[in-house]
């Protein structure tokens, strides 16, 4: 085929092509929405006036031509129908239309649309000529309601876009882009469409009608990239989507034998059909990562809103009850003290369970920032010794604590996040062991430091220590029914300790009597 004489082809095509994968963009990005849906409507119809007004020139054979002329002026009226429709709901994802409008407009509209497909409104060419100058064509008698209908839906739109545009009271937002360009779009179709062949039968602009639409495709590429119209989150791959069509449609422009015509056209269709799936596939998967992002969100809130309302007056409880039993042992007698004992232990057990729940809640959504400096890691073991020594002492629990007086035991860490997860392991000891003894090893080399947290609590099987790292790992057996636990401890200390650099593991001996937890942590300062 000549290059030249099928740029016009050309522009058809990329206006076509990128008209399509802009409709079904928005449309994809919210199903539900009557304005997006409106949209598709609107650039697929003008998608088909494009393409039916370029190959109605193209025939020699009067009737045919004639016939397509009339599909023409048929998808003409349904555009003007549903740009009015579209910017009368513009930007609400619902709406509520009026009777008249449901009772008296759209059936007009039908009706007219309904005309434009009989001899009513075009009746064909005077003299058998279709392009060109001098091309005379023949008014029906239903023309001039064709006309009025819409000429009068598209001025009516354009006052409606308009007076939003007024409202919001703003001249730089994406509404007054799309009205600048769908102004100039029709200017330019009214004056090649319409009044060129009507009155001065100059019909050679016609066939360029696709490219008319350009300056409204390009303002509402424009404001959606620009202003975020239609709040789409895919713009990327639109572009590259449109680009890859384009791209296809040229090959079939200038392709040269009529088997290059067919085969690169059927390309060209499998590529609209392949996009327009990818396109629904990312819209899809942008929309459940934004879904995501929204719970996380609430989430977010909830957790802040437990630690506030749940924990800090738990902790407050927790406070009073250590006051009374600290200040009224001689006053009291020993059932109340009981009583107060087992309010402590609930509480405790209580705060416990939410920290470590608002904890992991923010490990595993990457919100925890570690702070690392120089720590004293058996500095750290004794705060933590002596935070609990209290409770060992109530249990009768038989404390060792073993250390290398010779070992080094300076370590690059987050001091605070490190006291929690080895306290952890501490606490989780004493809660479990009834009776027995509680060993604590510290040594190091030259490399790492070797901790190793030993009780004589409840039996567990060698098969299970693993398990007790999980996220709400289940208790170390049946006897331990009566303990209260979240089951998040153990994990939280993991990933704490896998944060440092180092590795954290339980083992059992045969007879499951003794639990072993091990900490090993490289030394970085």
Not at 277 to 283: Q, R, S
Not at 340 to 357: C, K, P, Q
Not at 442 to 447: F, I, M
Request: net charge positive; aromatic share 12%.
């Amino acid at each position: 085929m000549n290059s030249l004489v099928n740029l016009d082809l050309l522009s058809v095509g990329v206006m076509v092509a990128v008209t399509i994968i802009l409709g079904f963009t928005v449309y994809f990005n919210n199903r539900k929405s009557i304005t997006n849906k409106l949209f598709l409507a609107l650039s697929l119809d003008f998608s088909a006036w494009g393409i039916i007004n370029y190959f109605a020139y193209q025939f020699t054979d009067i009737n045919v031509a004639t016939t397509l002329i009339r599909i023409v002026l048929f998808t003409a009226t349904i555009q003007s129908l549903i740009l009015l429709e579209f910017f009368l709901v513009l930007p609400n994802e619902n709406y509520v239309f009026s009777k008249i409008n449901k009772y008296i407009y759209i059936p007009v509209g039908v009706v007219v649309s309904a005309l434009t497909l009989t001899r009513y409104v075009f009746l064909g060419s005077l003299d058998g000529k279709i392009l060109g100058n001098n091309a005379v064509f023949l008014r029906g008698s239903a023309w001039l309601l064709f006309v009025l209908f819409s000429g009068g839906s598209i001025i009516i739109a354009i006052i409606i876009l308009f007076k939003k545009i007024y409202k919001t009271k703003t001249s730089n937002n994406g509404m007054t882009i799309i009205f600048v360009g769908l102004v100039i779009t029709y200017i330019f179709i009214l004056n090649f469409n319409l009044i060129l062949p009507m009155v001065f039968h100059n019909t050679q602009y016609i066939i360029l009608g696709s490219l008319f639409m350009f300056p409204f495709i390009a303002c509402t590429t424009y404001a959606i990239l620009k202003h975020n119209l239609f709040k789409l989150k895919v713009t990327e791959t639109m572009l590259m989507a449109i680009a890859l069509l384009i791209i296809s449609f040229v090959e079939v422009v200038f392709s040269n034998s009529v088997t290059e015509v067919i085969f690169r056209s059927c390309v060209f269709l499998f590529s609209a059909l392949f996009v327009v799936l990818i396109l629904k596939v990312v819209v899809r998967e942008v929309g459940q990562r934004k879904e995501i992002k929204e719970l996380t969100e609430v989430k977010s809130s909830l957790i802040s809103l437990a630690r506030h309302n749940i924990a800090n007056p738990l902790t407050a409880l927790k406070g009073y009850v250590s006051i009374f039993q600290e200040e009224m042992v001689d006053e009291t007698s020993q059932r109340k003290l009981e009583m107060l004992d087992a309010v402590g232990r609930v509480t405790d057990n209580l705060v416990s369970i939410i920290m470590d729940f608002l904890d992991v809640s923010k490990l595993d959504d990457g919100h925890i920032k570690y702070s690392f400096s120089k720590t004293d890691l058996e500095t750290l073991i004794e705060e933590i010794l002596e935070r609990y020594k209290q409770k060992i002492a109530l249990k009768n629990i038989n404390l060792i604590y073993n250390r290398d007086e010779d070992g080094r035991y300076i370590i690059r860490a987050d001091r605070e996040k490190l006291f929690h997860a080895v306290g952890n392991i501490i606490e989780n000891s004493i809660k479990y062991t009834k009776e027995g003894n509680l060993n604590i090893d510290l040594s190091s080399d030259k490399k790492k430091i070797s901790l190793k947290i030993s009780d004589t609590g409840i039996r567990i099987l060698p098969s299970t220590p693993p398990k007790l790292l999980e996220k709400f790992s289940p208790t170390r057996n049946k006897e331990e029914a009566d303990i209260v636990t979240s089951g998040l401890g153990l994990y939280f200390t993991k990933q704490v300790i896998k944060a440092h650099g180092g590795d954290f593991h339980i083992e059992s001996n045969k007879e499951g009597t003794e639990t072993s937890f091990y900490i090993e942590l490289p030394i970085n300062f």
